[in-house]
């Protein structure tokens, strides 16, 4: 009979590969905590009328990427393809936002049924910091200054670049759509499928088309920062103000847009060069209308995303994931012979008590002294803890160094934790 296999692009993460997830998720959550978000956990499924009043019916997320099935009830449903709009639901489903500021993030899977290439996969891993209530740009410099510090705290200073925008209120926006596809339709012939496709859909993600051609038509297009209106040209100056007394570098991109309908005023990228083309490692921008477009009062509102996976693939790339995060146990006990089992797994929970941040693993299963001390050196463990009958009778502990040169000692049962506390 055939093995069964992993759905393409939905990936297993295997024993040896959680501890790097571990380290970066305790880094993402302890800068969090720094600045006062507090986690909000969502289903991954929800109704399918949810993303298509937020992301936008004519989005290629929505057309083309979704999973979506119906329930035995009939229901539209559809694995979450991002976060934001089921932050918006789920908050003002619980009476969060009104008259309230917020500051939420939240971390888990995300679906989205596309081609799976090195650091983007068909089910994959987000970290999501959603801001309500808060109109100024002052909300919106702290997301970038929170995001400079979490860099930081990766060692990924210098590493990674912010590129801004602002695309301004919907209406300015409307006005300027409509004199960009007057002047692309000169030169439908020139571009590439896609942005042909969306010169009907969403024409302002053409300027987002990495076709060398399209690229070409686009450097005589009209510019967005000419249609924008003066609400959104003053948040702008503001926002680049504050960074710049924050001493955070920028570039304005004007051709930066986010791809999904929802977004407004301030957008933003953090970039990498060191991945080759899928270079942006967080993404987001403000998004003051989506609230009441899901049936709330009018909120303001700004939050960013980013992939964990690309994220994890850049510390990896750039090899600056510590030495000493891995799942390697610190000490390995083993049982020679039936009578040391109960007294070896005593000694290893004693040992569990007094040592809580200590990885004491015990061996199960008998075998040889060869074979548990072939066991012990896999583990990783720095130490392994012999305990035989002699031992028993002596009250005793043979303390085996496996990562360096240092002689094997008996050590008496009551010294043994302090002795370690002393080594680890």
Known sequence: MAKIKAIRGMNDILPDQTAVWQYVESRVRNVLGQYGYQEIRMPIVEHTELFKRSIGEVTDIVEKEMYTFDDRNGDSLT????????????????????????????????????????????????VGVECFGMSGPDIDAELLILTARLWKALGLEGHARLEINSIGTSESRRVYREALVVYLEQYRDRLDEDSKRRLSTNPLRILDSKDPETRQVLSDAPVLDDYLDEESRTHFEQLKALLDAAGIDYTINPALVRGLDYYGKTVFEWITDSLGAQGTICAG???????????????????????????????????????????????????MGDQAVAPALAIAEKLRAALPKAVVVSHCGGGSFKSQMKKADRSGARYALIVGEQEIADGTVGLKPLRDDEPQQEVGQDELASVLANKL
């Open 285 to 335: 921008g403000r998004y003051d209308g989506l609230v009441e477009q899901l049936g709330g009062k009018p909120t303001d509102a700004v939050g960013f995303a980013m992939g964990l996976e690309r994220l994890i693939l850049l510390l990896e790339t750039l090899e600056l994931i510590p030495a000493d995060v891995n799942n390697a146990a610190d000490v390995y006990v083993t049982a």
């Open 79 to 126: 694995l979450r393809p991002e976060g934001t709009a089921c932050c918006v639901r789920a908050a003002e489903e619980h009476g969060l936002l009104f008259n309230q500021t917020r500051r939420l993030w939240y971390t888990g899977p995300m679906f989205r049924h596309e081609r799976p290439q090195k650091g983007r996969y068909r089910q994959f891993h987000q």
